[in-house]
């Protein structure tokens, strides 16, 4: 954990870019027992050197049936219990995303124990892994609306107090994800530069940004520099593929104008060693469904159990 704050962000007059500051891919502690290959040496090499790694159909297309057939009716159960986990796009009632899903389902719990992805978490961060936030991004047909460029840490960091960064985000396509159905793109080597965002937060700012983002935007003139550092990469697959990415890795999507939905689930693993601190600059937490703070407790690997 670091010793002070090398990331401050939203307290500067003009955006900064920094260096980072802790590894990638950290070493192993000794007590975390993996399944076997869990990844080989060329998978760690690309995620540390371009902060993602894409594993094509590591779900079956029967488990990434049932797990979209879950989305699904998550979709239906929980907007109309009109829960706080359920956010709506921008300017209408179609549902953007439902959070805390590993807690509204027995289906997305058993999936983020599963070796397949937790024990990836595992032996990227070195150590015992929890869940920091979770959620369902949906992206309908005709009307999906983009997610702008970001870095997540520079929120985690920024607005829940997330010490370091050592956290994965993984994001299991539940539909096909194709070159036109609004994929997630993110920039290779950008997990090594810190934006530092100008501006100050407002108080519950993730009522307003969880449907739009207005703060912590990066600049544009430094986007494209990271974007000319290393280009931009569209992660596109077949449902039951999986992306594994830095949590301060620069990402984001474009809108779906085709007629074919494009929906993805969110688990994001953070090391039980970087648990969350006071927020910066003041701060109240965010909820606790967006932004884990208590009863926290290791994730033990267990197989998907899925009807």
């Known amino acids: 954990m670091l010793s002070q704050d090398h990331y401050k962000s939203r307290a500067l007059i003009s955006p900064a870019i920094l260096a980072r500051c802790e590894p990638v891919v950290y070493e192993l502690e000794p007590s975390v027992t993996l399944a076997p290959a869990t990844l080989n040496a060329a998978q760690r090499d690309a995620y540390r050197e371009n902060g993602f790694l894409f594993l094509p159909d590591l779900f079956t297309p029967a488990e990434a049936a049932g797990l979209h057939d879950e989305m699904q009716t998550m979709r239906t159960d929980f907007t109309a219990a009109g829960r706080a986990e359920v956010i709506a796009e921008p300017g209408s009632s179609d549902v953007r995303s439902i959070f805390d899903v590993h ?4 289906v997305f719990a058993s999936l983020m124990r599963d070796p397949r992805v937790l024990d990836v978490a595992r032996e990227i961060l070195g150590s015992e892994v929890y869940i920091h936030q979770s959620r369902i991004n949906y992206k309908p047909g005709f009307s999906g609306k983009e997610f702008y460029w970001h870095s997540d840490f520079e929120t985690w960091h920024t607005e829940d107090g997330m010490p370091a960064m050592r956290a994965v985000s993984c994001s299991i396509l539940l539909t096909d994800n194709d070159e036109f159905n609004g994929p997630l793109m ?3 080597g950008s997990h090594q530069h810190f934006i530092s965002c100008a501006g100050e937060t407002p108080d519950e700012n993730y009522k307003q940004s969880l449907k739009k983002q207005e703060y912590g935007v990066p600049d544009e003139l430094l986007l494209r520099y990271l974007s000319d550092l290393g280009g931009i990469t569209s992660c596109k697959g077949r449902a039951g593929s999986v992306v594994f990415f830095d949590c301060n890795t620069m990402h ?10 494009r929906s993805n689930v969110f688990f994001v693993y953070n090391s039980i060693e970087n648990q969350l601190q006071a927020p910066q600059s003041g701060l109240k937490p965010r909820p606790e469904y967006i932004a884990a703070r208590h009863n926290l407790a290791s994730l033990e690997p267990e197989p998907l159990a899925i009807a």
Request: proline letters at 18%; zero cysteines.
């Open 103 to 106: 807690h509204l389902s027995d």
């Open 186 to 188: 993110l920039i290779p």
């Open 252 to 261: 984001g999507s474009n809108g779906n104008i085709t007629p074919y939905p």
